[in-house]
């Protein structure tokens, strides 16, 4: 695709429940990165695939979040049992290398209510 | 550790003033230093960049110089327009590694 997609742009879940935020790299890309961003803070890694694997997930809070990239392209990010503390926008990038610029998506506002 | 400081907005400037974002850094070895920009209803973009020391990045009338001597990387334009408002952050990341480290952001407003 032209850039980095992330779907759905927003999503409201009640506490408690579990949710699934996609994101469609930018074709080619085998960088992928998951990102937190709470209201008034810069982004804050979560996680880094490296082509399937997760090369680091030591961004992520705790075990309640998970991501996966089965194929190398698409990722999924998911959390379960989502708190209010969980609110926030995730933001996904990608890159053709870990030396070269990330690319953003618009990220998916995530409200739990 | 490794973690950024930018000075907190917002910033109200009027059409065609001098703007400097102040952001400074802490970090293990020579870190690459980026302005991002995210505008209204748009995801972040890389705005600049410099890799090493002295390195000066440019975009879109936008300047940063890499300071070592005072683990420094300012953003400044010399004169702002109205379509610049928007969120600028501050970001690094370490050789090595593939984390980006970002500030807080500083959001700019420009008047007409």
């Known amino acids: 695709g032209a850039g980095v997609s992330q779907t759905p742009s927003n999503k409201v879940t009640e506490k408690g429940k579990y949710v699934e935020l996609r994101c469609d790299p930018i074709s080619g890309h085998t960088a992928l990165y998951w990102y937190r961003q709470s209201l008034g803070q810069g982004p804050e890694f979560l996680i880094y695939?490296?082509?399937?694997?997760?090369?680091?997930d030591s961004g992520l809070p705790n075990d309640r979040f998970f991501a996966v990239r089965p194929e190398g392209s698409v990722s999924t990010l998911k959390i379960q049992r989502t708190e209010r503390g969980d609110s926030a926008v995730y933001l996904c990038?990608?890159?053709?290398?870990?030396?070269?610029?990330?690319?953003f998506g618009q990220g998916t506002r995530l409200t739990v209510v | 550790g490794n973690s950024v400081t930018q000075m907190e907005g917002p910033v109200t400037l009027s059409e065609e003033a001098f703007l400097t974002i102040n952001c400074t850094y802490t970090?293990?070895?020579?870190?690459?230093l980026f302005w991002y920009v995210q505008y209204p209803g748009e995801g972040l973009q890389l705005l600049l960049k410099?890799?090493?020391?002295?390195d000066k990045g440019s975009n879109k009338g936008f300047e940063a110089t890499y300071r070592k001597e005072t683990t420094s990387f300012h953003l400044e334009k010399g004169s702002v327009q109205v379509s610049d408002s928007a969120v600028y952050f501050c970001a690094l990341s370490v050789p090595g590694t593939y984390k980006y480290i970002f500030g807080t952001g500083t959001r700019l407003k420009v008047l007409a």
């Open positions: 990038a990608s890159s053709s290398s870990t030396v070269t610029e990330a690319f």
């Open positions: 410099a890799t090493k020391a002295d």
């Open positions: 970090a293990t070895g020579y870190p690459s």
């Open positions: 695939f490296q082509g399937t694997g997760a090369a680091d």
